[in-house]
Nanobody
Framework: VQLVESGGGSVQAGGSLRLTCTAS????????MAWFRQSPEKEREEVAI???????LYGDSVKDRFTISQDYAKNMVYLQMNSLKPEDTAMYYCAAKDNYAGSLYDPTTYAYWGQGTQVTVSS
């Protein structure tokens, strides 16, 4: 599976961005797609997760502000980010999980990763 993120950039606090993850080169659809983020001083943390059936999960810090969605026909996963805060500044990564082992919130259980896209929110 190859994953490519796009849509990052710089925005002022309160603004919005939409990230896109395009997936390709897989023999079967992943069971879960997710967005994680990481800033220099922090460990990689879960942002949002979506199952193949469309069930969604969110990290506590982004609930009610971010929305994950997917378009199966286009092999794309989106992350709509609203009401952005400076603490949302991070490198955002798209990830794919093709098995049921381990926690959905543990990034080490995801086998496939994109290269990341930077999101910077200024105050």
């Amino acid at each position: 599976v190859q994953l490519v993120e796009s849509g990052g950039g710089s925005v002022q606090a309160g603004g919005s961005l939409r990230l896109t993850c395009t997936a390709s080169a897989y023999s079967r659809s992943p069971l879960y797609m997710a967005w994680f983020r990481q800033s220099p001083e922090k460990e990689r943390e879960e942002v949002a997760i979506i199952s193949a059936e469309g069930t969604t999960l969110y990290g506590d810090s982004v609930k009610d502000r971010f929305t994950i969605s997917q378009d199966y026909a286009k092999n794309m996963v989106y992350l709509q980010m609203n009401s952005l805060k400076p603490e949302d500044t991070a490198m955002y990564y798209c990830a794919a999980k093709d098995n049921y082992a381990g926690s959905l919130y543990d990034p080490t259980t995801y086998a496939y990763w994109g290269q990341g896209t930077q999101v910077t929110v200024s105050s």
